[in-house]
Nanobody, 126 residues
Framework: QVQFVESGGGLVQPGGSLRLSCAAS????????IGWFRQAPGKEREGVSC????????DHADSVKGRFTISRDNSKNTVYLQMNNLKPEDTAVYYC???????????????????WGKGTLVNVSS
C-alpha cells in the first residue's frame, strides 16, 4: 500500500523555521518527482517545491524561493522541506505528493499526481 506521512508542522513565530518531513512507504521515492503543496484557508492549493530523481537540488515557487529548501534522503525514503524566515502568509496545511515538475516561460509549475499525504498544519503567528 502506497502511503505518504507528513510531519513537522506546528506553531512558529514570524521569522522562525520549521522542517517538514514526508515519509513514504509502499514504493521507492527516488524514482519519482515529489512535490510539496500547501493550501491556506479559503485559498486554492498551490505547489511550492519540487524535486525530481535527476536533480537533487529541486526548485521552488517564487513565493518561497530563497526561504524554502527541498531535499531527499533516499536511504530513509523521505523528502524534506526546510522552511526559514517564515511569514504569516506561509500559514497553510502542507502536503507532499507524487508530482510533475515543469517549466513554462521560465516559471516553475508543479502538478500533483495520484499519491498524496494527509497534510501537516503550519501556523505562522506571533
Amino acid at each position: 500500500q502506497v502511503q505518504f506521512v507528513e510531519s513537522g508542522g506546528g506553531l512558529v513565530q514570524p521569522g522562525g523555521s520549521l522542517r517538514l518531513s514526508c515519509a513514504a512507504s509502499g514504493f521507492t521515492l527516488d524514482s519519482y518527482a515529489i512535490g510539496w503543496f500547501r493550501q491556506a484557508p479559503g485559498k486554492e492549493r498551490e505547489g511550492v517545491s519540487c524535486i525530481t530523481p535527476s536533480d537533487s537540488r529541486g526548485d521552488h515557487a517564487d513565493s518561497v524561493k530563497g526561504r524554502f529548501t527541498i531535499s531527499r534522503d533516499n536511504s530513509k525514503n523521505t523528502v524534506y522541506l526546510q522552511m526559514n524566515n517564515l511569514k504569516p502568509e506561509d500559514t497553510a496545511v502542507y502536503y507532499c505528493a507524487t508530482a510533475i515538475c515543469t517549466y513554462f516561460s521560465g516559471s516553475l509549475y508543479i502538478y500533483g499526481r495520484n499519491y498524496w499525504g494527509k497534510g501537516t498544519l503550519v501556523n505562522v503567528s506571533s
